[in-house]
């Protein structure tokens, strides 16, 4: 699987940026998609997953604000990201999961077999 991250860019505090994951080799509605972020000087770290089935996940701090959704037609998952504040400031990856990922594995970065090159968010306050 190949997956091309983009949409990330700069940002104020408050504001919105939709981030786009395109996937190819696989798609998207048989698998399961996550969204991770780095943070300089931190680990990658879960934010958001679309499973099979079409149910999601998200890590707590993001949920209400950030929503994932997926398109079929153009085998993409995009992730919606509102209100954003200074603490969402990191590169974002997408990754691609072989089928649909129990619940426990969805957070776990080495469920995934495949990654995307990762796309920069800074939020400025």
């Known amino acids: 699987v190949q997956l091309q991250a983009s949409g990330g860019g700069l940002v104020q505090a408050g504001g919105s940026l939709r981030l786009s994951c395109a996937a190819s080799g696989r798609t998207v509605r048989s698998n399961t998609i996550a969204w991770f972020r780095q943070a300089p000087g931190k680990e990658r770290g879960f934010v958001s997953a679309?499973?099979?089935?079409?149910?999601?996940s998200y890590l707590a701090s993001v949920k209400g604000r950030f929503s994932i959704s997926r398109d079929n037609a153009k085998n993409t998952v995009s992730l919606q990201m509102n209100s954003l504040n200074p603490e969402d400031t990191a590169v974002y990856y997408c990754?691609?999961?072989?089928?649909?990922?129990?619940?426990?594995?969805?957070?776990?970065?080495?469920?995934?077999?495949?990654w995307g090159q990762g796309t920069r968010v800074t939020v400025s306050s």
């Open positions: 990754a691609a999961g072989i089928g649909r990922l129990i619940t426990s594995e969805l957070s776990r970065a080495g469920a995934y077999d495949g």
């Open positions: 679309i499973r099979s089935d079409g149910s999601t």
